[in-house]
T-cell receptor, first 114, second 112 residues
């Protein structure tokens, strides 16, 4: 069964460093998302991406964040200068063409900023 | 502020009984509703979607939607210990590329 895959599963980084989280969405999906979940809190939307551009972003997604789909299969989230409060699980999700299709989540990347 | 509210629990249900999980939402334009199951430390796993008022059944799961009351629920029949997880309610409008808005989740424990 097709699935969204994310790498790495766990990333530890020093405060101020740049990190890139990688995702391979389901192959025929057109809509891509990043969400995050701080430990013990709700899943929060970061950004949505369609047709090679950002279609919506939350207030969390500030200038430190960027997304890219460099090669038609990978979908990346970059955090330029990590802060302690960026420590969270980051989930990539993808959705098919129809308005009523569901979003499927990858297994997540646990980011720990020290 | 678009809100999705769930009772955080924990909700404890004996094995074999029916578990009932509830969710209310504030944004009247919400058109698509989803229940995700999340095991501790894992990602959300889609278990049900519902788009129209009424009931939708899939195996042991039944989703119920009442748009007038802005209320969506999930029933789990014949609860199993493997159903122990946090259940997340998520909603979105049905146009464009809108994001999912999640509730905080209800932690369900099935007691053997």
């Amino acid at each position: 069964e097709p699935e969204v895959t994310q790498t790495p599963s766990h990333q530890v980084t020093q405060m101020g460093q740049e990190v890139i989280l990688r995702c391979v969405p389901i192959s025929n999906h057109l809509y891509f998302y990043w969400y995050r979940q701080i430990l013990g809190q709700k899943v929060e939307f970061l950004v949505s991406f369609y047709n090679n551009e950002i279609s919506e972003k939350s207030e969390i997604f500030d200038d430190q964040f960027s997304v890219e789909r460099p090669d038609g299969s990978n979908f990346t989230l970059k955090i330029r200068s990590t802060k302690l409060e960026d420590s969270a699980m980051y989930f990539c999700a993808s959705r098919g063409r129809s308005m009523n299709t569901e979003a499927f989540f990858g297994q997540g990347t646990r980011l720990t900023v020290v | 502020q678009k809100e999705v509210e769930q009772n955080s629990g924990p909700l404890s249900v004996p094995e074999g009984a029916i578990a009932s999980l509830n969710c209310t939402y504030s944004d009247r334009v919400s058109q698509s509703f989803f229940w995700y199951r999340q095991y501790s430390g894992k990602s959300p796993e889609l278990i049900m979607s519902i788009y129209s008022n009424g009931d939708k059944e899939d195996g042991r799961f039944t989703a119920q939607l009442n748009k007038a009351s802005q209320y969506v629920s999930l029933l789990i029949r014949d609860s199993q210990p493997s159903d122990s997880a946090t259940y997340l309610c998520a909603v979105k409008p049905n146009f464009g590329n809108e994001k999912l808005t999640f509730g905080t989740g209800t932690r369900l424990t099935i007691i053997p």
